[in-house]
């Protein structure tokens, strides 16, 4: 296997949150802090990726989580940040891998070559997750007067803005909506602490035609996550494997931009449409290439 193999399955590894594979990779002598052919470092694809089973992984093995690209200036937090509501990873990726590069030590006061900070990037693009995070890490500072820059980091102001609050305590305010959250479970809110687990268990038992808000049904879930033994019990049970969410995307769709190329490939050995296009024209096509889900884009 040459040197550019190698380096192509590193940066596939990394993409698809394979921590296994990227570790197996790291103890055969990959260099941690080399520069992949976009001038980014592995921390920085996996950050930009929301990858973040290998995050930690990279850390244990010494990455230098503030080492900025040799293009944009740009650290790996600033590339999380960057990714905002275009990202095609879900927020709960976000926020875990936010978590895990400031318990290292990440600079989200950090300028880039345009004079942009993470903080400044994740308030441009709405990752209200990382912002919580970063103020519970390294407190964002006020403004003039007692006038915060982020009014709704705080409590009075939740209470005023959302009068449903009135029924919690300041504490439990504080622990949902400004302090770091935990990994989250689509579907967990304040007012439903007790998500289901998405084990074998669940899958067994769960309702496979009950949608969610966004019309998410248990398969969409099992999709979203990459669970694959969740996703091949649901189906052996009678899950519909093309049933339509909200905005018409399918179990096929979300493993496509979720990166999640096994459960893809599960969707597909059982008769999932390819084809089958959201609200938007979209297919899983589409998804896979706008996501650079290169595994499973080889198999459409």
Not at 145 to 157: C, M, N
């Amino acid at each position: 296997m040459n040197e550019a193999t190698i380096q192509d399955e590193f940066f596939a590894a990394i993409c698809h949150n394979e921590a296994e594979v990227v570790k197996k990779l790291l103890v055969a002598g990959e260099d941690v802090d080399k520069r992949f052919r976009n001038r980014l470092t592995p921390l920085m694809v996996a950050a930009r990726a929301g990858a973040h089973a290998v995050i930690p992984v990279l850390l244990t093995h010494g990455a230098h989580v503030n080492k900025k690209d040799g293009v944009w200036g740009r650290s790996a937090f600033h590339w999380l940040c960057c990714q905002g509501l275009t990202s095609h990873y879900h927020v709960e990726s976000q926020t875990e891998s936010a978590r895990a590069l400031l318990a290292a030590g990440a600079n989200a006061y950090l300028d880039d070559d345009s004079g942009d900070t993470p903080l400044i990037l994740a308030l441009r693009h709405r990752l209200a997750n990382v912002i919580k995070l970063i103020h519970a890490y390294s407190p964002i500072p006020n403004g003039s007067g007692d006038k915060l820059i982020i009014p709704w980091l705080d409590v009075a102001h939740l209470r005023v803005t959302h009068p449903y609050l009135s029924r919690y305590t300041d504490e439990e305010i504080h622990a949902h909506y400004i302090a770091p959250p935990e990994p989250p479970r689509p579907g967990t809110t304040l007012r439903n602490p007790n998500p289901p687990l998405y084990d074998a268990e669940w899958a067994i038992h769960a309702d496979l035609h009950l949608k969610d808000k966004r019309g998410f049904t248990a398969l969409h879930h099992a999709a979203a996550l990459g669970l694959y033994e969740v996703a091949a019990i649901l189906i052996d049970r009678g899950a519909v494997v093309d049933a339509p969410a909200r905005s018409g995307a399918t179990p096929l769709m979300i493993a496509a931009r979720s990166g999640r190329w096994k459960v893809g490939h599960l969707l597909l050995a059982h008769g999932a449409d390819p084809l089958k296009q959201d609200c938007n024209k979209r297919n899983a096509f589409d998804f896979a290439r706008r996501a650079n889900n290169y595994r499973l884009f080889g198999m459409l």
